[in-house]
Structure formats: C-alpha cells, structure tokens
C-alpha cells in the first residue's frame, strides 16, 4: 500500500502532517481501504464518558480489504504458511484465492446454523489455519468473534462465553504443543455445561483422538463444509459496529472483554503493519504469537492480509524438539520479518549458543519485540546472535486496548536504543504525566497517557462501559491512562518501565521493576528475572528478585548460594544504586507467565508478602505447577 513510510524523509513529513490536521491525515490513510460507503466524518472523540467514533456514516466489511480486494491481481499469492508443530510434516501453503474460498464457504457455514450479523462467537482453537479462515469468517457475515487461547481452563472459557453471551463455539477434537497435547473438545464439553446461550459447536478434526459427542449441538466442520457454496458476499457493516471482543485479565476482579470495532481497527491495523515491519510484496512475516492474543489479531491475520502480506502461522513452541526450531522455520521459509517475545529471546538465549548458529539468517531485514519491555543484555543479544547486527530491532509497545502498536521504532528509518521502544508512530501522541496529571516535559519519567484519539482505540469494556471508564480514563483527565510508567530520554525516545503497579516504592525512591531487572540480568549466571516490591517495616517496600539461573549455575553449597546472592546485589548496586539493591535474592526453576508469556507479578507479589491463600485462580497459567516451586523457595525468606 502506498502509506508505507519508507524513508526518515517520509516518516518526518507523516509526523508534521499528523500534528498539522489529525483528521485529514487518517482520513488519507483510509483512503487506501475499500469502503462501501464513505464517512461522514472522520472523528468524533471525548475521554470523559468517553465516547470514541472514527469514520462515521461509513460502511465496510475488513474482509473484503483482507481477501477480496487482492484476488484480481494477486489471487495466486501466498496468504498463509503453516508450519506445524511436528518438523517432520509438510509447511502448508494457502494463497489469497484459496483462503477467500475457505473463509466464504465457513461463513455460510455459520450462516446454516443460524448465526448472523451482531452475534457472537467463541473461538477455542489451536494455531492451524482453520483459526484465521474461523475469525474472517466470523466478520464476514457480521459476527463479533472473541478468541479464547486454547490452553485456559475450562472455567476461564466458560466465563468468557457467559460474558459474551456467545450463540457458537467452534474448536477442535485437540491441540498439539510442543511435546504436549491437549484434548480441546473435553474442556469445551465441559465449559458449555454452564453455558446455555450456546446451541453449535463447530468442531475441527485436527488430532483424529476420540471425542464425546452432543448431536443436538457437535457439528463436524468438514461435514458441514461439504454442504455448503463458496460463494458468501462481504456483510455491509458500520465503521463502528463490534468487530472482536477480546478479553484481557487485569489484576483483580474478572477479566474485561476488550472491544474493537471495523473501521478505526482495519485502518490503523493496516498503516501500523505496513510501517513498523516495513513489509514489501513478496516478503515472508512471521510473527510468533498466539491468534488467542491481541499480537495475534493484529499482526498474525488482520494487519498482514491487509497488506497483502504472506504470514506465517506456527503451531509449536520454540524449544521443540530442539531450542534451534524458530531460527530453523527461519532458514525454511527465507523469513524476512520475525516478530516474538521477550520471554522467548531470554530463554532461547540461555541455551547453548550452536542452537542459534550454523542456521541462514541472512533474509532477515526486521526483527521485532512485544508483549512487555526487553531488557538490554536480550535487546544485544537478539540484535547481535539473530540479526546479525545489522537488522532493524523494533521494540514495539502497545496493548490489547490500543489495538495496534503506538510507539516503536518502523523498521530501519527510526534510531535504534537498546531496550527502548523509541518514537511515536505518526498519528500518535503520547505524554509523561506525574501524579497529580500535570503534562512533564523534556527528559523525564512519569506515567505514560495518550491525549489525543486513534483509530483502533478501545471502544468499551463489554457490558460494562463504567468499567472501561474507570481503567482507563478516569485517572488523569483528558487522557487515556495505558497503566504504565515510562521514561523518555535527552533525544525524546520513550523507554517503557513497566506497569505502574509494578514500580517499587523503597525508602520514597521510585524505581521500575525492569530497571532493576536490567541490572539483575546482565549478571553472567541469570538467564531471567522478575522483581516484586514486598510490604517492609522501615523502607515501605522491599525488593524481592525471582531468579531463574542458567544451566549449571546454581551453586551446591549453602555458602556459594550466598555468595551469588551478594554478587546479584553488587550487581545492582553498581549499576542503579544501593537503595535498588533486593533484600531478597531468591533462585526458582520457573516464572508463573501467562500464555502469551507474561509474568504474573500479582502472583509474585502474593508469595512474597506471605498470601499464599489469596493467589486466586493459577489454571490459566502457562504451567500452574510453578506457583508450588516459587512459594517452596520462598519460604525461607517467609519463616
């Protein structure tokens, strides 16, 4: 598309233009879109209520600019590559023409079982390309789809489809991951026992494994298919009809079902693909992700189809069979833009170092960060061992809520700083506030608003708009609070700190858990880290270090352990000072993380302060049996 940015010269101009006229400049870049019919203004936004509608009057359907719209002159083009988890088995290539095929014909699938426009439905689904063929084409007809990762347990599911009051769910027999396998459908039977808005089950044979079966409600996709034409038109939708709900747990209370809708979401979903990755026709992207999390909406199907991109899914892990996979897919697939998570690079960087040798890398142009801040030594290592050094790193910041990313560098026309996310993209305007919500200038830290509305905002939390009020846009007036502190430097690019709950208070000094997990892993044992502060008597707040050590160094006798203790503690002292250093230093074989990776500080923080009764509900971690180990080595500090 011709919005791409791409030169410094062309970025600076998108900047001036979009400070000069917000609305003309998005509305010339939804001008690059299909539209069935244009709006009658672009936006119409407050932060009080708030109330936020972009592209009014206009009509659309994402569909028709994700697939329709390329078949003329790019029908035969690769849309997706699926690479499963076995290496042993084939990559799948499906071109545009294929994938507008399949979608249309799901969509008139739903369409038999009665759904339609404005309903919704529930998706629990592995990474296989029935996923992205089941999300298009839920917004092919006017569906609102809401994808739940297919690893929460069975009460997290049907929590979700009760606060949707979704009509359909669509899953699998079962999941292949890693080594591991999971069997989907028993935990949908078991959730949609308590779910009665529900009358289809759509199941995909993925496995071949048994499966129990309700006839009134279990439909086999490939059956249903059979019956069915390829032929489904594109639903005229409103530019601010719901396109997704999608929920995201926040540190208390249920989680919040995060609302986008179609036109504000395709707009900026496109524009920010384009410029960060700087994608070119013919390019190979690979974003990591899971479709179950915002990464995967925006940069695995929407963004990238937008585009006309070829986008890869993967359905395994990056450890299996061997800690070589992802950079094996990479030789494989010539992949030119790799985008993953801090938890992954920390990990693959612990291993031994011939993982990451010895394999082509040298298509790479983009290699991308997301999902929390990455720390300098991984931001080094992922730069120097994966990109050659000479790759553009783009340490890309943004939130289920803002629905694309807002600060980052765009491919290699932005200065590089390790472990920042660097400028706004052009459109985008973000303040350091303190905490009074007074606007802080120059080089400072504070807490980091957006004053200005974009496109693929938040619109609401679902059924319940005082609550999305009170997260977001009650804290300081006028502005969008993102929940996290950051500071900007001498040349104004933004360093995320991390979520303001997790800035520790010691003594009245301020300091950002990554800051001090900065220096914590830059010591030659740690392979990864996370910091809580902990209720203390004198100082307020005490630090406490979660160390997860590499291979072989955790020492075998009680005086080394204390030896490496004070190194760690040496460590931050030299590096931030000694009102960072940890009280606690303690050594665990794991993290709790979520499935997209995230650490559960909450978690942390419980164990630490002795609440170990108050932990909540742990089946929707990554692996709950961590929690056992992390409150075990605790209790030493606890006793």
């Known amino acids: 598309m011709s919005f791409l940015l791409d030169s410094p010269e062309a970025v600076s101009a998108a900047r001036r233009s979009a400070e000069q006229d917000p609305d003309a400049f998005w509305a010339d870049i939804a001008a690059h879109y299909a539209w069935m019919k244009p709006w009658e203004k672009v936006c119409s936004a407050e932060f009080e209520t708030p109330s936020v509608r972009w592209f009014e009057g206009a009509q659309l359907n994402i569909t028709a600019n994700c697939l329709d719209r390329h078949l003329a002159d790019h029908g035969d083009r690769t849309a997706i590559l699926w690479e499963p988890n076995d290496p042993a088995d084939d990559t799948v290539s499906i ?10 014909r799901f969509a008139n699938v739903l369409k038999s079982r009665g759904v339609k426009k404005g309903d919704r439905v529930a998706l629990y689904l592995p990474m296989v390309p029935e996923l992205a063929v089941a999300v298009l084409a839920c917004a092919r007809i006017g569906a609102v789809h809401s994808v739940v990762f297919a690893g ?9 489809i009760q606060d949707a009051g979704a009509v359909c769910v669509i899953t699998s027999d079962g999941m292949k991951r890693g080594a591991k396998g999971l069997a989907l459908k028993a935990v949908v039977d078991e959730a949609l026992a308590e779910c009665p808005t529900v009358t289809t089950n759509l199941v995909v044979r993925h496995t071949g494994e048994d499966v129990q079966w309700s006839a009134d409600r279990d439909v086999w996709l490939h059956e249903a298919l059979t019956t069915v034409s390829g032929d489904c038109p594109p639903e005229p939708m409103d530019a601010e009809d719901l396109l997704f709900i999608l929920y995201t747990s926040g540190s208390t209370g249920k989680p919040k079902g995060v609302v986008h809708t179609c036109g504000g979401y395709m707009v900026y979903a496109g524009y920010s693909f384009a410029n960060v990755f700087q994608y070119q026709p013919g390019d190979v992207y690979w974003c990591t992700a899971d479709i179950g999390w915002i990464t995967g909406h925006s940069y695995i199907v929407y963004g990238p189809l937008l585009n006309g991109a ?57 290699i991308g960060s997301v999902g929390e801040p990455i720390n300098e030594e991984a931001w080094q290592w992922y730069h120097d061992a994966i990109g050659g050094g000479k790759c553009a790193l783009v340490d890309t910041w943004w939130q289920t809520e803002t629905g694309g990313i807002l600060i980052s560098g ?8 390790p472990a ?49 009020r009170n997260v977001y846009f009650s804290a300081f007036k006028g502005k969008y609070f993102t929940g996290d502190g950051a500071r900007r430097d001498a040349d104004g690019m933004f360093r995320i700190i991390g979520r303001v709950d997790d800035v520790v208070n010691v003594s009245g000094h301020r300091f950002g858990t990554a800051e001090i997990e900065d220096a914590i892993d830059s010591h030659p044992a740690v392979a990864e880290c996370a910091v809580i502060g902990y209720p203390h008597p004198i100082k307020g707040q005490a630090v406490h270090a979660y160390v997860i050590l590499k291979d072989g160094a955790l020492p075998g006798t009680a005086d ?15 590096e931030i000072g000694n009102i960072a250093r940890p009280d606690r230093v303690q050594f665990t074989p794991g993290l709790p993380k979520t499935r997209s990776g995230k650490i559960m500080r909450r978690i942390l923080r419980k164990v630490a302060s002795g609440e170990h009764d108050q932990l909540g509900d742990t089946s929707t971690l990554l692996d709950p049996t961590v929690v056992d180990g992390v409150i075990d080595g605790a209790s030493e500090f606890l006793a």
Request: charged share 20%; with cysteine; proline share 7%.
């Open 95 to 104: 071109t545009y023409a294929e994938l507008h095929d399949r979608v249309c």
């Open 560 to 574: 080394g352990i204390a030896a490496l203790r004070k190194e760690i503690g040496i460590q931050v002292n030299t």
């Open 152 to 160: 929460f347990s069975a009460r997290s599911l049907a929590d979700r």
């Open 310 to 366: 070829t986008t890869v899914m993967f359905e395994g892990v990056p450890t299996y069979p061997s800690p070589a996979r992802f950079w094996e897919v990479c030789e494989k697939l010539k992949v030119n833009q790799f985008y993953t998570a801090p938890t992954a690079i920390r990990a693959l960087m612990a291993c031994e170092p011939r993982f990451a040798q010895g394999h082509d890398l040298s298509s790479l142009k983009v």
């Open 410 to 417: 765009l491919g290699s026309h932005s200065p590089m700083k």
């Open 420 to 468: 920042h996310a660097g400028y706004p993209l052009p459109g985008i305007s973000p303040v350091l506030v303190d905490g009074d919500g007074n606007t802080l200038e120059g080089e400072a830290e504070g807490y980091l608003c957006i004053d200005r509305p974009w496109p693929s905002m938040i619109r609401t939390t679902y059924g319940d708009h005082e609550r999305c």
